[in-house]
């Protein structure tokens, strides 16, 4: 069984920063692209970042410059660096990741994150 945990969420100020982890565990024989989403109240879930297995990396306009996002493929681990933060970015922050097991290729999601900017 794979899991992808999260963490490092939190409330923050406007301006302030957050690094959000994401470890993927379970029998996984490879890890192709990971990702960063987020849900705001009321929207669609949206694409904040992704990285491939060769660090190749996409990001949302919103967050070009302030959000930086990196990985590590012998730990199974990924990070996003979270600096300048405004309201807007606000939401769940969910891990996500193109993963193969003996079962196959699928896509896992993690439970999410609470990512609150706030004065």
């Known amino acids: 069984q794979v899991q992808l945990v999260e963490s490092g969420g939190g409330l923050v100020q406007p301006g302030g920063s957050l690094r959000l982890s994401c470890a993927a565990a379970g029998s996984i024989f490879s890890i192709y692209a990971m990702g960063w989403y987020r849900q705001a109240p009321g929207k669609q879930r949206e694409l904040v970042a992704r990285?491939?297995?060769?660090?190749?990396?996409n990001y949302a306009d919103s967050v070009k410059g302030r959000f930086t996002i990196s990985r590590d493929n012998a730990k199974n681990t990924m990070e996003l660096q979270m600096n300048s933060l405004k309201p807007e970015d606000t939401g769940v922050y969910y891990c996500?990741?193109?993963?193969?097991?003996?079962?196959?290729?699928?896509?896992?999601w993690g439970q999410g994150t609470q990512v609150t900017v706030s004065s």
């Open positions: 990285i491939d297995n060769g660090g190749s990396t």
């Open positions: 996500n990741a193109d993963l193969e097991t003996h079962r196959g290729k699928y896509v896992y």
